[in-house]
């Protein structure tokens, strides 16, 4: 269906994204009781699954009713004992560095131009120091729309002996591959909001038996988020507090849906529709990311014209369109473009059409 002739704005927001129908339905099925054999069978049909999404074999999977940030706080407090070095390209890579700094930790930034990505080699360079025991990195950084080189940079982390690496894949994860083992990946986060489609207030991890160990020897760590609480729940296939129940329903049906298409499609849809967006953007305004690290789930186009960004956001959301203004202090200088989840290349084309109504109307 064309998205102008639904009923609601159809969302090309870079998180939340739009949710399916038939995902969405999922969550208004009877709530099951959480300390039953429903429950049990629900999280063992889901963890091998989402293993199999994240790209590990065997780490221990948990599944948590927060938003990603609840996990950045996870990721931190369990395995930062010493210091951990944040690289910041953008608004979500510097809100993972001031959660650090929230929780006490000592920790240092690495500053990138926003629009660049974060270079494997300065990241050595710092790690060689010997100063940190972890590095939170941003793998796909929504606000610029730039990709970090996630392998070469865990090359550089795996240098080093004792640094966890910590990768936040939220606008990532069932986009781009993440490929948890082949990259030594420690923490693997999510939130299921972005390239998952699903409703937001859901977030899932990958942790490995290295962070388990560091999360051990860890004390004042909290309660919720503490690896090892979780790991003794999830090991009997139980939750430890009561779940997001009718999250994890919807996400046992798109894991199906994302197992039908298959993940190396679901990556080359992503590569498709942003390949659109991109060629779309470079002939009329412009491409806030540097070339050879833009993103496939989240497109933020430089706006070199001088548009009136609120407007045209506004003119799109009447033709039943909903896009992003730019981050932050990139608000107005850019705005962005989801193209994550469900979306198809038409529907892409759609929304495309519609910017250039949307722009010719606004120069008229
Ligand atoms: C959206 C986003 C977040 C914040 O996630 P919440 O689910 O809103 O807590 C963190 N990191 C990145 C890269 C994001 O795109």
Redesign the pocket.
């Known amino acids: 269906m064309p998205a102008s002739k639904r009923d609601h704005t159809v969302l090309f927001t870079?998180?939340p994204t739009e949710v399916a129908p038939d995902i969405l339905r999922e969550m208004g099925r009877p709530i099951i009781g959480h300390r039953g054999i429903e429950m049990q069978d629900l999280i063992r049909d889901l963890v091998p699954r989402l293993r199999a999404l994240f790209g590990t074999r065997a780490y221990d999977v948990f599944l948590t009713a927060?938003?990603?940030?609840?996990?950045?706080e996870a990721a931190l407090r369990n395995c930062v004992t010493r210091r951990v070095l944040v690289p910041v390209c953008g608004a979500?890579?510097e809100?993972?560095y001031e959660v650090a700094v929230a929780c006490g930790l000592e920790a240092d930034p690495l500053h990138v131009e926003w629009g660049k990505a974060v270079r494997a080699q300065a990241v050595a360079d710092l790690l060689a120091t010997g100063r940190y025991d972890a590095i939170a990195l941003?793998?796909?950084?929504?606000?610029t729309g730039v990709v970090n080189p996630l392998p070469e940079i865990a090359e550089a982390v795996r240098r080093q002996s004792d640094v966890l690496l910590l990768v936040?894949?939220?606008?990532?994860l069932g986009g781009i591959p993440v490929e948890v083992d082949r990259n030594d990946i420690d923490v693997c986060l999510a939130?299921?909001?972005?390239c998952l489609a699903l409703p937001?207030g859901f977030?899932v991890c990958a942790v490995s038996p290295r962070a388990l160990e560091r999360s051990a020897r860890r004390v004042g760590k909290g309660y919720y988020f503490d690896f090892i609480r979780l790991k003794s729940c999830f090991d009997r296939s139980t939750p430890m507090a009561t779940p997001s129940v009718s999250h994890m329903f919807a996400l046992r049906a798109q894991m199906k849906r994302i197992e039908t298409e298959g993940l190396d499609a679901r990556y080359a849809r992503h590569r498709a529709m942003a390949d659109l967006t991109r060629a779309w953007a470079a002939g009329r305004l412009g491409l806030f990311a540097e070339e050879r690290a833009r993103s496939n789930t989240?497109t933020c186009v430089a706006n070199t014209r001088g548009i009136d960004v609120a407007r045209f956001v506004a003119g799109l959301v009447a033709r039943g369109f909903g896009i992003s203004n730019g981050y932050g202090r990139l608000k107005e200088a850019t705005f962005r473009v989801g193209h994550m989840g469900d979306h198809t290349v038409e529907e892409i084309r759609d929304l495309l059409a519609a910017m250039d109504e949307v722009l010719k109307e606004m120069a008229a």
């Not at 927060?66 to 950045?72: E, F």
Request: glycine letters at 6%; charged letters at 15%.
């Open positions: 870079p998180g927060c938003s990603a940030t609840g996990l950045w979500f890579s809100r993972f941003v793998h796909n950084e929504t606000s936040d894949a939220v606008s990532s939130s299921v909001q972005k937001p977030s989240v």
